[in-house]
């Protein structure tokens, strides 16, 4: 049985940050590209930032370049989400996603065949 569990959301300050956990067991890890995606209500979901199956290759959605930056370790099953310079419209639910696909794309090619977490609430006050 293939589990996504995040961590590491809360509340802070604009202007501080918060690293984001992203463990996942049940399936091979390095066959699957990775993502962080974010969801507020009344928008859609929206991505953040993926990485492929060994790091070599990263996106971000414009918003965040230069303030969060995503890693992964392959021998823990890990992945992460520094999130650096936090401002009020980084607030949403963060959630977890993988593949299928080792791809840095593989996460936003068909999102409802995605293994998925549940999310973990970022909130940033003003």
């Known amino acids: 049985q293939v589990r996504v569990q995040e961590s590491g959301g809360g509340s802070v300050q604009a202007g501080g940050s918060l690293r984001l956990s992203c463990k996942i067991s049940?399936?091979?890890?390095?066959?699957?590209?990775l993502g962080w995606f974010r969801q507020v209500p009344g928008k859609e979901r929206e991505e953040v930032a993926c990485i492929n199956w060994n790091g070599s290759n990263t996106h971000y959605v414009d918003s965040v370049k230069g303030r969060f930056t995503i890693s992964r370790d392959n021998a823990e099953n890990m992945m992460y989400l520094q999130m650096n310079n936090l401002k009020p419209a980084d607030t949403a639910m963060y959630l977890c996603?993988?593949?299928?696909?080792?791809?840095?794309?593989?996460?936003?090619?068909?999102?409802?065949?995605?293994?998925w977490g549940q999310g973990t609430q970022v909130t940033v006050s003003s």
């Open positions: 996603a993988a593949g299928p696909g080792a791809a840095v794309t593989a996460p936003l090619v068909d999102m409802a065949k995605n293994y």
């Open positions: 049940g399936l091979t890890f390095d066959d699957y590209g």
